[in-house]
């Protein structure tokens, strides 16, 4: 089925324009001729097992979504760029009946036939306990990071990792896990031992390990915290602006929908991009950095399903 078929709008996107290049400067050129080169980042957040389209009666997501059309759309646009990075922010279990008969398997083998590369985990991700997620990671052929979360005493110690590097194009990629805090939110019985560290010193860390030890061209934090709140209560737009080398937030757990990315600046002044794109597959967010000559320039956009 055509691209087209499936996507009913695409928002206005949101630049980011780092070292002085405009975006034009990377956009209207050949990148195969120029030297330009061009990483998407895919990603989802707060799928909640939602396998199967809305139906068409639903009076507010009717006919949206769906597991195979999210499919269609991620493998078109690797085809259109193999540089594609294609991550989720966490809370793929809980929501449909799928969960509650498979408890996670159909999840995590669907997104390993999409090829996902990472993910994080969220609040409802231990709703199975612990062992649960453990019992289903053998679905799943894609790693999870999460930074915040020590794991050491549980089933998932030396399993999940702080972050992953990956590389396209020469192009060294960085991604770090964040996770919201579990006590109060969810049964202890389900989590075990797990600790929550608190995330703005974590991601402090993980950044300038990322970008100063790993040499990283990009890094991304994929976080489940909750994008924006009131108050002092830790979120992607907090982490963003007291902390610097994070150049994409890709959130969760607060089911934002964004019609294109936020940007704000970090602690340095610099600019940061943020995004979320809703809930239950009905959005896939794709942004796009180009490098050139040691620059960078992103631009984002939130593709309706």
């Known amino acids: 089925m ?15 324009v780092v070292g002085g290049l405009s ?25 909640h097992s939602h396998i199967d389209p809305f139906e068409k009666t639903d009076p507010k997501y009717p006919n949206m979504g769906g597991a195979a059309r999210r499919a269609t759309l991620v493998q078109q646009i690797r085809r259109e760029n193999p540089n594609t990075l294609l991550l989720d922010a966490g809370d793929i279990f809980q929501g449909t009946p799928y969960f509650n ?7 995590f083998k669907i997104m390993s036939m999409m090829k996902y590369d990472l993910a994080t985990l969220g609040n ?36 999940v990792k702080p972050y992953k590097t990956f590389t396209f194009d020469g192009v060294k990629i960085g991604v770090f896990g964040l996770g919201i805090q579990l ?45 924006k709140y009131g108050g002092d209560k830790v979120s992607d737009v907090v982490i963003a602006n007291q902390t610097k080398d994070i150049d994409l937030i890709i959130g969760g757990h607060t089911h934002t929908f964004l019609d294109k990315p936020y940007i ?41 399903v």
């Open 101 to 107: 008969y498979y408890g996670g398997e159909l999840e």
């Open 23 to 47: 975006l034009s400067s990377f956009t209207n050129t050949n990148t195969n001729k120029d030297n330009t080169k061009r990483i998407t980042i895919l990603h989802t957040n707060d799928t």
């Open 264 to 304: 704000t600046n970090n602690i340095d002044g610099k600019e940061v991009m943020v995004n979320q794109v809703g809930c239950y597959g009905i959005n896939l967010g794709q942004i796009d950095f180009y490098f050139k000559e040691g620059k960078k320039a992103a631009e984002g956009r939130t593709i309706t």
């Open 124 to 159: 409802h991700d231990f709703d199975n306990g612990i062992e649960g997620f453990y019992k289903q990671l053998p679905h799943a052929n894609f790693d999870f990071v999460s930074a915040n979360y020590d794991f050491k005493n549980t089933v998932l110690d030396g399993i």
């Open 183 to 227: 006590k109060g939110l969810v049964d202890e019985r389900n989590y075990k031992e797990t600790l929550y560290i608190e995330p703005v010193d974590v991601a402090k860390d993980m950044s300038r390990i990322l970008k100063t030890e790993e040499k990283c061209d990009l890094v991304i934090c994929l976080s489940h915290l909750g994008f």
């Open 2 to 16: 055509k691209r087209r078929d499936f996507i009913q709008k695409t928002a206005a996107g949101s630049a980011l």
